[in-house]
């Protein structure tokens, strides 16, 4: 054998036996689930997890074990493992989908709806039923419901989430939770060797900066640190809900239920929802206001959280530069969205109410307000990347809906949960223009120096961070425009430009916002592209790319 076939051949051992990890660890997150269906006594459901759990642990456990002896994996190898990896886990996270709509019976799918439902039943692959579980009959459905979950994305088929069987409730909370911190991270921290093979793939996942020297340390207090506001976010929203006209209605099961649920696809930044309408739903200040500094949350980098809680440096949560400028985005643009929707309430009066008021009983000054409630939370639900939805988006301004696309584009602190281009690179980017404007002034041999929040560059290290910013964002930018134009003319007049803007952008961005294009109903070309504008979304380009480039060519120079 050639020495470039062995070396393919060994990339190839090295790449399959990490994903095989992946796959391993997801299967035993069904296990988990087959008791949650247990439970609720979901038998249908429960059949289709255990089946789906032992095939994919089955599959991950044979290629860890066959390929146990493989080397550590280098950086490409990180990159492959991390596009290949989140792409399988996706496909076989949208088994339970699948399964479950074809397992349960149209009488068990029909209990499963609330008995005030009022929308009609649909009929996909032979099944008519009122409960959005017939929806994932179809397999590209039940794919993008599994890669919109595992990406923190939040755009869903099931456009009646209570009308899913409790267990696929709880796994769409539950990989989006995963996912928020990162499968890669929860496998570093659980089944990874300590040494450099870990480096490589928890910064093939976008994360750069580590907390300890140790990778699987640095990973396994993310997770402590997640776990742990995780439980405050579910009691505060506990309270909100158990306070609000809507909760005070439900049992305090269901209250501790959407709590729970809610609290998970908050935190993560996936934006999920177990209620109809989303965060509409509930028509509460008190909930949608408890919901603002858990969003928050998750768009702030990991390592400045440990310094807070950890370290008890609380000067590092203002002195971090990408935290700066995330309280600083935050600001201008409440301000800025709530001009604009302020504006817009006489001209399109009824685009800012929700069922709260009936538009034409609405005096000026109350349709404001409300303009500017959906619009606070609206700008923080997007900058933070979470996707949850008070208000009728679609029904906004042009002029709303851009300013919202750009908050989507920016998205938060590198190192959180969210995504979109990040606040460093685009930050990177305005510095780097200024670096390189200043430099026409001064003398070729003059030494140049750029501090960037408690980094001082040379000139050597400040060019390579900025073509990398600009490099990733120019990338994301032409997908972005490339994605908006194919669905413009995939949706037709139906919706304008900056719907579709809007629409690609929230995929991409790993949002869930949406302006009413997303659903069972929207083209196949339309749901496959987003299939691929979330998977790059998440992993921020570079290592799909170089994956797409080793399938073709392999991983030799």
Known sequence: MSRARLRSATDLRTILRDVGSLLAMQGGLMGVTVLVAAGFREWYPALAFLVAALVTAGVGLSARRAFAGAPAPKMKHGMVIAAFGWLSTAVFGSMPFLL???????????????????????????????????????????LFESMSGWTGSGLTMAIHEPSLPRTLQWWRSLIQWVGGVGVIVLTVSILARPGSGSYALY????RERKIHPSIVSTVRTVWKIFLGYTVLCVLALFVAILFSDYGSRLPLWEVGWQALNHAMTGLSTGG???????????????????????????????????????????????????????FGLLGLGVVALSLQNALGVETVPDAYTTQRFLPEAVPWGARTADAVRDSVFQWISALSCTGFQSAPIGRWTDGGKLLVTGGMVIGGAAGSTVGGIKIIRAYMIGRGIRWQFSRVFLPENAVVTARIGDRVLDREGMEREFNEAMVVSLLWIVLLATGSLVLSNAVGPAYTYADALFEVASAQGNVGLSAGITGPSMPAVAEAMFLVNMWIGRLEIIPVLVFLRSALYGLDP
């Open 100 to 142: 479950s709509a074809y397992l349960t019976p149209a009488a068990a799918m029909a209990a499963y709806v609330p008995a005030d439902a009022t929308w009609e039943a649909v009929t996909v692959a032979g099944r008519t039923s009122q409960s959005s579980l017939v929806y994932f009959r179809n397999p590209l459905h039940a």
């Open 203 to 206: 910064r093939s996942e976008a």
């Open 272 to 326: 999920f929802s177990v209620t109809d309408n989303s965060i509409a739903t509930y028509d509460s200040p008190l909930i949608e206001t408890v919901l603002l500094p858990m969003m928050t949350l998750g768009a702030i980098a990991f390592p400045i959280h440990y310094a807070v809680l950890g370290d008890r440096d609380y000067a590092k949560l203002l002195g971090d530069l990408q935290t700066r400028w995330l």
